[in-house]
């Protein structure tokens, strides 16, 4: 029966875990979304006029912009061509930023509804179990009660952990993807530097592209990454940056020169995305060590009360 009530006990206390910091991270969430929305507003209304000014472009996405403009280019885009690339990927990056929020926020609330009531049911539950200890335990209840306590808090420490982790590795999938794009785009970068021609330049701006793609679900993953390293507590020391090297559209399209300096950039932002891959991975590396450590905790604790309950 004690077992029965002490596994439920340590379900129940990561669901108040959960319920307290999803409930703050909702209320954060509005508040990015509010600001969001009047940029993405913003946004629309400095693209509504530069695609009035140059018609075809109001329906296009990033990479079908970029294909139109390199198709009928002689040189290299001009001036308001590179400052029209770098609105739409901003404004592109700005409204899959909103989508994701209030993906977020309706997940949460889904999550939060299947939560109610779980801090009264832990509390109940609790006194059930002190109960049962003073009746069956009475010498050892003190104890019993403190080292279940631990025993449940290791748990919830896991769990979070865990979740951490596995967000975490998730960043570094997309990470290493979009570094895989912008090294292909280097490369075609250096075939068109010596000839390649339009053939090459839209495969380096696919893969740009798509790296775009991958960074924008890194981006997200940091934020949600962020979130469940707050969650454990746990002190970052290194700094996860979502924003400067992230930002392809500052990087790839102010004040371009020639197709050479755009593959230097490539190669720059490539190792940029390395670097946060190098950083990323001690991260994750660093939580799987500390999970290990809980782990081994909870076993402890887990061992102290079956010993003390049968040696009673």
Request: no cysteine; aromatic share 4%.
């Amino acid at each position: 029966m004690l077992t029965e009530i002490n596994a439920q006990l340590a379900e129940l206390r990561i669901m108040v875990r959960h319920e307290h910091n999803w409930s703050a991270r909702q209320t954060q969430l509005q508040r990015e979304l509010e600001q969001l929305s009047l940029d993405v507003r913003s946004l629309r209304r400095q693209w509504a006029d530069v695609s009035a000014a140059d018609g075809g472009l109001e329906r296009r996405s990033f990479g079908e912009t970029l294909r139109a403009i390199l198709l009928r280019r002689r040189d290299r885009p001009s001036r308001a061509e590179q400052q029209a690339l770098q609105l739409k990927l901003r404004l592109e990056e700005a409204e899959d930023t909103q989508r994701d929020l209030e993906r977020e926020r309706t997940e949460l609330i889904a999550k939060l509804a299947g939560l109610e009531q779980a801090e009264r049911r832990y509390g109940e539950l609790l006194e059930q179990k002190r109960q049962l200890i003073a009746v069956h335990f009475p010498a050892l209840a003190e104890q019993l009660h403190e080292l279940t306590e631990q025993h449940n808090a290791r748990l919830a420490d896991l769990r979070e952990l865990e979740e951490a982790i596995a967000v975490g590795r998730g960043v570094l999938h997309d990470l290493d993807r979009a570094s895989r794009a912008l090294e292909a785009a280097g490369h075609y970068g250096t075939w068109d530097v010596y000839g390649g021609g339009l053939m090459a330049d839209a495969m380096k701006y696919e893969q740009i592209d798509t790296a775009r793609v991958a960074i924008h679900a890194a981006q997200d993953g940091l934020r949600r990454f962020a979130e469940e390293v707050k969650d454990v507590h746990r002190d970052i020391q290194v700094r996860i940056d979502i924003g400067g090297a992230l930002r392809l559209a500052d990087f790839f399209f102010d004040g371009l020169v020639v197709d050479w300096v755009v593959r230097d950039r490539i190669q720059t932002s490539n190792q940029e995305l390395l670097n946060k891959l190098y950083q990323l991975r001690r991260i994750v590396e660093g939580l799987v060590g500390e999970a290990a450590i809980v782990r081994n905790d909870a076993r402890q604790l887990d061992g102290r009360i079956t010993a003390l309950i049968e040696e009673s």
